[in-house]
């Protein structure tokens, strides 16, 4: 039965209305989407259109989505990159058609966090705790208690057969 897998393909479609965005960047973001035949038969001859909009930074805030950009699709589109976008922003895509100044919403993204441009700097002193088994020094060096590591070492060497599925208890 095994071989008659490794003949099976993947479907070119599954016929689900999905669209998923992934930050591939701190300025990018990929989106792709499948329509599914009766989405694709409401745009009934309508071009589809897809709008990128920046949501507020504040998860809970009142305010409304900002338009970034909007691009008609070309027939037979199925993903789109988004370049040249701001870092540390919300965005959320969707597509439509427009008729007579109004936009008909068929589809939605998730939102996506993009992450800041730079590596986010670490305000004021920072604090060190001290982890069991392992305390600094007064001269800064990192003193071990052996015990307690050994103590850890045995307790994982311990418990190995049971993450490796071996049965070491007696059997009746």
Request: net charge negative; charged share 20%.
């Amino acid at each position: 039965m095994l071989h008659y897998i490794d003949r099976m393909e993947l479907p070119q479609w599954y016929d689900e209305n999905l669209m998923i965005m992934l930050v591939v960047n701190p300025d990018t973001i990929y989106a792709y989407w499948e329509l599914s035949f009766g989405q694709c038969k409401a745009l009934n001859g309508w071009k589809p259109v897809l709008k990128l909009y920046e949501l507020p930074p504040d998860k809970e805030a009142e305010s409304e989505p900002r338009l970034i950009r909007t691009s008609p699709l070309p027939p037979f589109t199925d993903n789109w990159y988004f370049k040249n976008l701001q870092p540390q922003r919300r965005y959320q895509a969707e597509i439509g058609w427009e008729q007579d100044n109004h936009f008909y919403t068929i589809i939605k993204s998730n939102i996506v966090d993009v992450p800041p441009a730079a590596p986010v700097a670490v305000p004021g002193q920072v604090e060190w705790r001290a982890v069991a088994g392992i305390a600094p020094s007064q001269d800064n060096k990192i003193e071990y208690d052996y015990r307690s590591v050994e103590d850890a070492v045995q307790q994982l060497f311990n418990t190995m057969p049971f993450y490796m599925g071996i049965n070491t208890g007696s059997r009746s």
